[in-house]
């Protein structure tokens, strides 16, 4: 363990996902075991420049490992781009005897680290937390399990409807530039087809798609459309387009935005964040930084930040395959 380590800071940056609670909890905790001393940063980056810190210890994070969105808060800080916001910021972990930081959040949050830890050559590690499982070097980022198992439950009650009144439901998921939650809650939920930013099906393939499953007797259709997908500006258009061309289509969409993002954590995302948590701190006191940790074949593995914020995270092709079968 590294002796030169006393106090690590805690923050949450960016948009919130359930297992945030979770991960700091773990954070704190392993401080704790460690006889490390722990600050909490309120609203991400922009609570660092302006040193809204809080001491904490393992009873301060009693009872939130089941709640969602951040107890530290979150926020988007502009001025943490700026090198005077950084100063601001480094100074004020410095006055506070702060040796290193966890970070907890997505590529943006991952950037800034990186940044913060070039111009001053300060320790952080990174835990993945957003819903849309779209950082390379984990196979699950925080908060994607919870929001899937959301997103299905919608889809069902959704599906109920779509049936009654011989529907096509347009169901649009989050995922700006990554198409896994609707792909795997597009299979787990039954969708006839799912619209990902990867995989450019075309206006005509969806037509076609269909027209397929109105004579093979389905009298009510899912479609599940990534935020991110191609093929149209958004559902609404898409909408449009197939009462254009498929008059017979009784069409709705339901856009399902920030519900995603909510609720009690699932017990994997649980799991996985005081597994992150544990991981972090431990990393810190070996000495290392820079690095990521996340979840690689349920082994919980460092990436290199940059890595991380760099690489690409890939989409299941043999899912794709398997929706394509399924869902004739």
Do not use: W
Not at 6 to 22: C, E, F, H, R, Y
Not at 184 to 212: F, Q, T, V, Y
Not at 213 to 237: H, Q, W
């Amino acid at each position: 363990m590294s002796g030169n380590i006393k106090k690590i800071g805690v923050l949450t940056s960016g948009g919130d996902s359930p297992g945030m609670n979770a991960a700091i909890r773990a954070v704190v905790r392993t401080c704790a075991f460690h006889n490390i001393e722990c600050t909490g940063i309120y609203r991400g980056y922009q609570g660092m420049i302006e040193g809204d810190f809080k001491e904490m210890g393992p009873r301060s994070v009693n009872n939130i490992i089941n709640k969602g969105g951040t107890i530290l808060k979150s926020a988007r800080s502009k001025e943490f781009m700026t090198a005077e916001g950084r100063k601001k910021a480094h100074d004020n972990l410095i006055k506070h005897s702060i040796d290193a930081f966890v970070v907890i959040g997505g590529n943006g949050s991952f950037t800034g680290g990186l940044i913060f830890n070039k111009e001053f050559g300060f320790p952080v590690i990174g835990i993945p937390g957003t819903i849309d499982n779209d950082i390379y070097g984990t196979s699950h980022t925080l908060g994607y399990d919870t929001a899937l198992n959301t997103v299905v439950e919608v889809i069902d009650k959704i599906r109920d409807t779509a049936s009654s009144h011989n529907r096509l439901f347009f169901v649009e998921v989050m995922g700006r530039d990554a198409g896994h939650i609707a792909l795997n809650a597009g299979i787990g939920a039954g969708a006839e087809e799912i619209l990902i930013p990867e995989e450019d099906m075309g206006l005509d393939r969806l037509l076609d798609s269909l027209r397929k499953s109105k004579a093979s007797g389905k009298s009510s259709s899912i479609v599940v459309i990534a935020e991110g997908d191609k093929i149209g500006k958004n559902a609404f258009e898409l909408k449009d387009y197939v009462e254009e061309n498929m008059p017979e289509y009784d069409v709705r969409v339901s856009i399902l935005g920030h519900m995603q993002r909510g609720g009690s954590p699932s017990c994997f995302d649980r799991v996985l964040a005081s597994r992150l948590g544990v991981k972090a701190v431990e990393t810190l006191l070996e000495g290392k930084s820079n690095y990521m940790v996340g979840l690689i074949k349920d082994e919980i593995a460092l990436t290199p930040l940059e890595q991380a914020v760099k690489g690409k995270s890939q989409i299941d092709q043999e899912l794709i395959r398997v929706s394509d079968i399924v869902s004739i």
